[in-house]
């Protein structure tokens, strides 16, 4: 089956840095999502990215579908203590009605 | 008004028990899903219903089953719960099963104990 793998596993950072996680796969997606869960809630929807190459914003949340349509970035600029969670990627291959999730990057932002 | 619900948010019961968890789905969409979150947060699809047909089956003990009454609704039921059976289920609806449509809104979860 697909292999979605997500870097890094987890993350401690300063507020005031900036964040960069990202997903690989082995195989092309047509779709790739990025989440955002917190303790005890349901994941979010960050941003979707839909196009080869887009390059999405969502106020200090910036996404990329990499042009291999084999990877995606999320990056974070200026973190702050709310950023905390755990950010799962999605990738949709394809004519399959699923979407793959990574394994999460959790993220500490240290005030 | 909450997109995606499920009920309960909390549900703890012994071995053996048959239980069932309710999920609504305010934003007309047409397909609704099934995932179970284990303790290392891996998110695994179970089942997907799309206009109330099953697209969706993985491999999942046959003591799980899915019942959708209408686009808006989608539920679970677990016969003979088992201890591995303890894990946070999330309901999922998106306007439709592919492409961008395919997006997906998830509900706040059901964390099931079984003792």
């Known amino acids: 089956g697909q292999q979605l793998n997500q870097s890094p596993q987890s993350m401690f950072i300063q507020e005031g840095e900036d964040v960069s996680m990202n997903c690989t796969s082995s195989s092309i997606f047509n779709t790739w999502l990025w989440y955002k869960q917190e303790p005890g809630e349901g994941p979010v929807l960050l941003i979707a990215l839909y196009k080869a190459g887009e390059l999405t914003s969502n106020g200090r949340l910036t996404a990329q579908f990499g042009i291999t349509r084999k990877d995606s970035f999320l990056n974070i600029s200026a973190s702050i203590p709310s950023d905390v969670g755990i950010y799962f990627c999605a990738g949709q291959s394809a004519g399959s009605y699923q979407l793959t999730f990574g394994k999460g990057t959790k993220l500490s932002v240290i005030p | 008004d909450t997109a995606v619900s499920q009920t309960p948010k909390y549900l703890v019961t012994q071995m053996g028990n048959d239980k069932s968890i309710k999920c609504e789905q305010n934003l007309g969409h047409d397909t609704m899903y099934w995932y179970k979150q284990d303790s290392k947060k891996f998110l695994k699809i179970m089942f997907s219903y799309n206009n109330k047909e099953l697209i969706i089956n993985e491999t999942v003990p046959n003591r799980f089953s899915p019942k959708s009454p209408d686009k808006a609704h989608l539920n679970l039921h677990i016969n003979s719960l088992e201890l591995g059976d303890s894990a946070v289920y999330f309901c999922?609806?998106?306007?439709?099963?592919?492409?961008?449509?395919?997006?997906?809104?998830f509900g706040p979860g059901t964390r099931l104990t079984v003792l």
């Open positions: 999922a609806s998106s306007q439709g099963p592919g492409g961008y449509t395919n997006t997906q809104y």
